[in-house]
């Protein structure tokens, strides 16, 4: 049975109260009294840990009243009645409005105890369920893909929520492993074109000579060791998504081509004459400066312009180390489940290392570290390997107490006076850090 759930006794009686306190206590079944409705109502909040027990027959507010209320608050929650001699048409009614069971007095311990017991189960099991379903909608939200409660991060969700939506070209740009795939997949998932193909091509892995039919498709035997058509990506990506990762990579003569189908919005697959008409939003990732390869001649500034309409700026992890024990935690959490181990407790060392390390592969590496440190490996791979650069002590010790403050934040909905308690810490001396970090609402 679920240990962390709580009976809640509504009686005014208090040798009743006291009797059934008593009963549950005796088995290690955690409960609470109160002796009116009132109480009871002002105790509850939305998704009570637990199940409820009233007496019909209470001062004020009686206990059907109260299964209403409750009832209206929360559908599952468990609700179980008292009722007194004589009073089983009322219980059937009760029943009929969604009571979850009803004892009629003098009951048993034993009777109580049972019936206790079965409710708490239903909750338990009714509670998981909503966790589930909350983690994926939260694994699903923005929030939940881009992590992080930096500014920049903060800021680049905005800015996705905004652009997702529109048909406009984005141009992504940051160092490898800041994630800019993860953006161009965000990108197309909240946008309408969502039920449409998202087509990935890395501009930098291919040779030139098969980058052509590889963009753009190829008819039978249009060069030798062509057996059969081939759809290009543009073609494959039609009413979706075409995302051009390194797209710096791209040779000079096909990026006249590329910018030739952004403009027509036609192609020709390799040895045909036939347009054929393509509809795809171009999303493109570079670790380079575009602007400054088109005045260099490397880069056709034309599709420079085509392709930047939107541009994104992911920031490497060395600039928003606040956001590295969430994201460390949530890749030790993936990895755990992935590699069916216990997630392990972070240590001093490891937390320190995290912290000062200066993270040149960025998230990529991150993940690295984290599912290293699933297996039981040494997260890093000897004490000197990161670079000192970057952060002291102090900025650690900062970074960390920002986290920490953070998620207590988050976790108490923006509430100080709770935050403040579950760190203990004062009131007055948490508002000054809230203020100091930019953690407000």
Same mark, same amino acid.
Not at 44 to 51: E, K, M, V
Not at 338 to 366: C, I, K, Y
């Given at each position: ?311 994104? +700026? @992911?920031?490497?992890?060395? $600039? /928003?180390?606040?956001?590295? !024990?969430?994201? &460390?935690?949530?890749?030790?959490? *993936? =990895? %755990? ?27 990529? +590496? @991150?993940?690295?570290?984290? $599912? /290293?440190?699933?297996?039981? !490996?040494?997260? &890093?791979?000897?004490?000197?390997? *990161? =670079? %000192? ?53």
């Amino acid at each position: 049975m679920n240990n962390d759930l709580t009976v809640l006794i509504v009686e005014d009686d208090p040798h009743v109260l006291l009797g059934c306190q008593q009963a549950l206590s005796l088995e290690d079944i955690p409960c609470e009294g109160v002796g009116s409705a009132e109480e009871a109502l002002a105790r509850i909040g939305d998704n009570f840990p637990g199940i409820v027990i009233s007496d019909i027959r209470l001062p004020g507010i009686d206990g059907l009243e109260l299964l209403t209320r409750l009832k209206a608050r929360d559908r599952s929650l468990p609700v179980v009645l008292i009722t007194g001699h004589g009073d089983i048409s009322m219980a059937v009614g009760a029943m009929r409005n969604g009571a979850y069971d009803f004892m009629e007095k003098p009951f048993s311990p034993e009777r109580l105890v049972e019936v206790a017991r079965r409710a708490l189960e239903q909750r338990g099991l009714a509670r998981e369920v909503w966790a589930l379903r909350r983690q994926l909608a939260e694994r699903d939200s923005l929030e939940g893909r881009i992590i992080g409660r930096s500014p920049a991060m903060q800021n680049l969700r905005e800015l996705i929520a905004n652009v997702a939506d529109t048909s406009a070209n984005v141009l992504i740009e940051g160092e490898t492993g800041t994630g800019k795939e993860l953006v161009a997949r965000c990108l197309h998932d909240f946008s309408r074109r969502q039920s449409q193909q998202f087509v990935a091509l890395n501009c930098g892995g291919l040779p030139e000579n098969l980058f052509e039919s590889e963009i753009f498709g190829h008819e039978a035997n249009a060069f030798t060791g062509a057996g059969k058509r081939r759809i290009g990506k543009i073609e494959h990506a039609h009413g979706g998504t075409l995302f051009l990762d390194e797209v710096e990579s791209m040779p000079i003569p096909l990026q006249i081509k590329l910018l030739r189908v952004l403009q027509e919005r036609t192609l020709e697959r390799l040895g045909s004459n036939q347009s054929v008409a393509v509809d795809c939003r171009v999303i493109a990732a570079t670790k380079s400066d575009l602007d400054e390869l088109g005045r260099a001649g490397e880069f056709r500034s034309d599709l420079y312009y085509r392709l930047n309409v939107v541009t994104l +700026e @992911l920031p490497p992890l060395r $600039e /928003r180390r606040e956001d590295i !024990l969430q994201l &460390f935690e949530h890749f030790l959490l *993936q =990895s %755990s489940l992935r590699f069916d181990r216990a997630v392990p407790e972070l240590d001093n060392q490891t937390l320190s290392n995290l912290m000062s390390h200066d993270w040149p592969g960025n998230v990529r +590496e @991150l993940r690295n570290v984290a $599912e /290293r440190f699933a297996l039981g !490996l040494p997260a &890093f791979k000897k004490a000197g390997a *990161q =670079s %000192s650069s970057g952060l002291g002590f102090a900025e650690a010790v900062e970074a960390f107490e920002r986290n920490l403050l953070g998620d207590a934040l988050q976790r108490s909905g923006g509430n100080l006076t709770q935050a403040s308690q579950e760190l203990g810490m004062a009131k007055t001396t948490l508002f000054d850090k809230v203020k100091k970090y930019g953690l407000g609402h």
